[in-house]
């Protein structure tokens, strides 16, 4: 397992995600604890971007609950369909949102949240959790960000 993670100086967000998807992959291969892997991801995506918040959504039941995160307190539960990370659910696509309150229905766990990405992941063929990423301006995510992070998401998803 890796100690560190290389972050390159002065790259662009699009090569910072070349550098550290494999990084990542390499640093979840042969851990087997799914909580150690997700909080090891948030941490990097939040050193890598410094991102507002950034962490993981675990689908129990009739509900997501929140998992490992970097970032301020945050919501503990959501239901199916309910803010960004509930649609992301319901929907099984990625929701990309560059104005959290032009979404209807947006739960706000912190006033400081402007825009956010919300991802799925899947096992047998159902959402088991989702990676939420907020940021503190507006417009802070494009679709080099979706793509990405959904590369990531197929990584997270081998550690199901």
Known sequence: MAESIYLPENASKVEKYEVILPQIEALVSGE?????????????????????????????????????????????????????????????????????????????????SKSEIVLPAFKEGHVALVLDIDSDQLNDFDQSDAEKLEKLMMIVEQCL
């Not at 890598?48 to 539960?77: D, H, M, N, S």
């Open 32 to 112: 087997e604890d799914l909580v150690a892997n997700l909080a090891n991801i948030s941490a990097v995506l939040k050193e890598a971007f410094g991102f507002f918040w950034v962490g993981f959504y675990l689908v129990k039941g009739e509900q997501l609950v929140l998992g490992p995160f970097q970032g301020p307190i945050a919501c503990t539960r959501i239901a199916k369909g309910k803010g960004v990370c509930g649609a992301a659910w319901a929907e099984g696509k990625t929701q990309l949102v560059p104005d959290v309150e032009a979404f209807p229905g947006h739960i706000a766990c912190s006033s400081a």
